[in-house]
């Protein structure tokens, strides 16, 4: 029984850091696809250039916009290298921070996204909105070619995303525990029927 007990635990925790990863990278892939269908032509120059136009600036502003975007945005950023060349925060444009797992998985060409943990530099006034935000990394290709010349950076309020994943972690934990309980009866019913049996051969 403890065999079982521990080994379903450890279901428990896979499952639930999995069902996490689901929901959080189809929360994730719908903001790349934004990200790919709309912004990905405002900033193109970024192959030959280390900056946007003020034209293209004012577009991504407009386009990364919540009630364009239709969704919780507080915060984006467009980054070529280690460097933000674009940002709704106007005072980290032009500067440049040390290089980050998330960043650098994108430059690979991988979707990224976790509950941020807000402990970069850049991070100051997200900290002090003290919610939940999710952290998406998200490619941006050149057109024609599909070289990577810029990560699009943003960070969604993700009270409600935090919610579903609680409570489909719940609904897991509740599941196994369930399975554990009945597996756990069962072995025990085995080892009194065991138990039962052998009293009865000893009177006879």
């Known amino acids: 029984s403890i065999v079982v007990l521990c080994g379903l635990i450890f279901v428990g925790v896979v499952a639930a850091s ?4 689901a929901i959080v990278h189809r929360s994730a892939a719908a903001t790349a696809l934004y990200m790919d269908s709309f ?9 030959t250039s280390t900056t946007l136009s003020a034209e293209n600036r004012e577009a991504l502003e407009k ?21 933000i060349v674009f940002s709704n925060r106007r005072e ?31 991070n100051v006034d997200e900290r002090a909105l003290k919610l939940p935000l999710l952290e998406i ?5 050149q057109a024609g070619t599909g070289k990577i010349i810029a990560i699009a950076e943003t960070y969604e309020a993700a009270i409600e995303l935090r919610d579903e994943v609680r409570a489909a972690q719940l609904f ?13 009866y069962f072995l025990l019913s085995l080892a009194r029927r065991g138990s039962r049996e052998r009293g009865v051969l000893r009177e006879e």
């Open 18 to 21: 999995h069902i996490e990863d």
């Open 92 to 122: 980290l444009i032009g500067k440049s921070f040390p290089p980050a797992d998330a960043r650098n998985r994108a430059w690979q060409g991988s979707i990224g996204a976790v509950f941020s943990n807000l402990d970069e530099d850049d």
């Open 39 to 47: 912004v990905e032509r405002h900033v193109q120059e970024l192959a």
């Open 137 to 141: 990394y998200a490619p941006v290709h």
């Open 172 to 184: 897991c934990w509740i599941l196994i525990a369930g399975i554990a309980a009945a597996v756990v």
């Open 63 to 83: 386009l990364l916009a919540p009630s364009a975007i239709g969704r919780p945005i507080v915060s984006f950023r467009i980054w070529r290298g280690d460097t």
